[in-house]
């Protein structure tokens, strides 16, 4: 009964790649988002996503993409790979209300090294 | 923009009290929250404050001063699990939670 769950757990990989990461949630919220955590654990946000619109922090390359196929979902697609994108990447979620975004669910984080 | 600061690290002894500090710089602002990180895992939640106050919460608790810019999370009856980071999120006009650097508590015995 995993509350957010992500794959790969870790993602070995050549630069210049495209690569996926994956992420499910089945809590029902209605948001969801990517953070990038670096060596020094610094955790980042990257997309925040729901059903009516796309944050994007203006820092992320274009190279990387979430795509979202419904509610429970938001995937996220990188392109052409460089040895910096290596980090751990932590899908997330939350139940908006009308008076404030709650506390969020993370998943277990998915650990990318590019080489 | 945001500007969250918090110390970088911290030691305590087991069974003692520490207190993690916060200050942060908003634009706009719509709560706080603590997450507890141990190596390794994903962030957990611990608390929201989004008015003055303190917030308890078992072992743990957490306050804020939105005119100060100034939040602490408590920690009492240290135990060894507790070693883990402690993050500390801003909520500002959009909604999108930003974090701090996050705080690396050691627990000793």
């Known amino acids: 009964d995993t509350a957010v769950s992500q794959t790969p757990k870790y993602l070995v990989t050549q630069m210049g790649n495209d690569k996926s990461i994956k992420c499910e949630q089945n809590l029902g919220h209605d948001t969801m988002y990517w953070y990038k955590q670096d060596s020094k654990k610094f955790l980042k946000i990257m997309f925040s996503y729901n059903n009516k619109e796309l944050i994007i922090n203006e820092t992320v390359p274009n190279r990387f993409s979430p795509k979202s196929p419904d509610k429970a979902h938001l995937n996220l697609h990188i392109n052409s790979l460089e040895l910096g994108d290596s980090a751990v990447y932590f899908c997330?979620?939350?139940?908006?209300?009308?008076?404030?975004?709650?506390?969020?669910?993370f998943g277990p984080g998915t650990r990318l090294t590019v080489l | 923009g945001q500007n969250i600061d918090q110390p970088t690290e911290m030691t305590a002894t087991e069974g003692a009290i520490v207190q993690i500090n916060c200050t942060y710089q908003?634009?706009?602002?719509?709560?706080l929250f603590w997450y507890q990180q141990h190596a390794g895992e994903a962030p957990t939640f611990l608390s929201y404050n989004v008015l003055d106050g303190l917030e308890e919460k078992g072992r743990f608790s957490s306050f804020l001063s939105r005119s100060k810019g100034y939040s602490y999370l408590l920690l009492k009856e240290l135990q060894m699990k507790d070693s883990a980071s402690y993050l500390c999120a801003v909520q500002g006009g959009s909604y999108i939670p930003t974090f701090g650097r996050g705080t690396s508590l050691i627990v000793h015995p």
């Open positions: 997330a979620s939350s139940q908006a209300t009308s008076i404030a975004v709650r506390e969020q669910f």
């Open positions: 908003t634009s706009g602002f719509n709560g």
